[in-house]
């Protein structure tokens, strides 16, 4: 499958800044939501950073097989193989960790929150990489929504993860950012190995740091691992590349506000983690800031 990114040519551009697909979004976003509370239960069974690494590992070995089963493209050239690694590295080495760091400091509603601030942290880069100009009304109305999720979350706790999970934030857009720049790979078998890579690089540090794994294969640490793995990483992360690969960024991030949401309305009903009164107005401030973010634009007529 073929890249178009910006800077390609008129017929790029207007593939690339088409609407993104709201029911694949909503399945990603509350896919990704309901992670945060996968992640919590296995980590009753396992140590952090091997839960992460196993996770990017089932995914990635999973996605590779599927990739070759198929006779899709392998990546090649020094170039791709770079991207790719970097990618690993950077979207799942060190936001797996930090994220999963978050959550173990962290309530579960917050850790989710601060973890997709993406919306924010993505529109400079976006403007600055590739020409996506974005509108004050469009970066207040992101500001006001990152504000509302603030409002739910904030009071069901939070500590030292706080900065982890907003370091997983910056390593998530960092990656979208370098998904653009996969061009003329085959999503599929990208994604794969670049789980691979970053998985075994988070095995290298699980060593190193936790020892060997001492993990309790309970069934619920199975069947968490196996959402987590096959439906929250290779299936919704196919997902999201393909999407990045046509929309624009500001419009698809503001989709991830919707994974807080869910997180924390599965941390309230799951673990008592139950927001505060403000709940209701910072629920409303989110979808607000997403209808005027992801509402259909009038085209300018003119010269």
């Not at 919306?119 to 880069?125: E, G, K």
């Not at 069901?156 to 900065?163: T, V």
Request: aromatic fraction near 10%; charge should be positive.
């Amino acid at each position: 499958m073929a890249t178009m990114t910006a800077g390609t040519g008129s017929a790029g551009v207007a593939e690339l800044r088409r609407a993104p697909k709201p029911w694949r979004l909503l399945w990603i976003t509350a896919t990704w939501g309901a992670c945060f509370v996968a992640i919590r239960w296995g980590l009753r069974d396992s140590s952090l950073l091997w839960f992460a690494a196993l996770r990017a590992l089932v995914a990635g070995v999973c996605l590779v097989l599927v990739a070759e089963v198929q006779s899709r493209p392998r990546p090649r050239g020094f170039h791709a193989w770079l991207l790719i690694t970097v990618l690993g590295l950077v979207n799942v080495t060190v936001a797996f960790a930090a994220m999963f760091a978050g959550v173990s400091g962290l309530a579960t509603g917050t850790a989710a929150v601060l973890a997709n601030a993406q919306p924010l942290l993505i529109l400079l880069p976006a403007w600055w990489l590739y020409g996506e100009a974005v509108t004050v009304q469009t970066a207040a109305a992101l500001a006001i929504g990152f504000s509302g999720l603030l409002v739910v979350a904030v009071p069901g706790g939070g500590g030292s993860g706080a900065l982890l999970s907003l370091l997983a934030a910056a390593a998530i857009t960092g990656g979208t950012l370098l998904s653009r720049r996969l061009a003329g790979l085959d999503v599929l078998a990208a994604s794969g190995w670049h789980f691979v890579i970053g998985g075994v690089a988070l095995a290298v540090w699980a060593a190193m740091v936790e020892g060997p794994p001492v993990i309790n294969w309970t069934p619920r640490f199975i069947a968490v691992l196996a959402f987590l793995s096959l439906v929250g990483t290779a299936a919704a992360f196919v997902a999201w590349f393909t999407e990045t690969r046509h929309c624009r960024l500001d419009a698809l991030s503001a989709w991830t506000f919707l994974a807080p949401v869910v997180g924390i309305i599965l941390g309230s009903l799951l673990f008592g983690e139950w927001p505060t009164g403000w709940s209701a107005a910072g629920l409303l401030a989110v979808l607000a800031s997403m209808w005027i973010v992801l509402r259909p634009r009038p085209e300018r007529s003119g010269t």
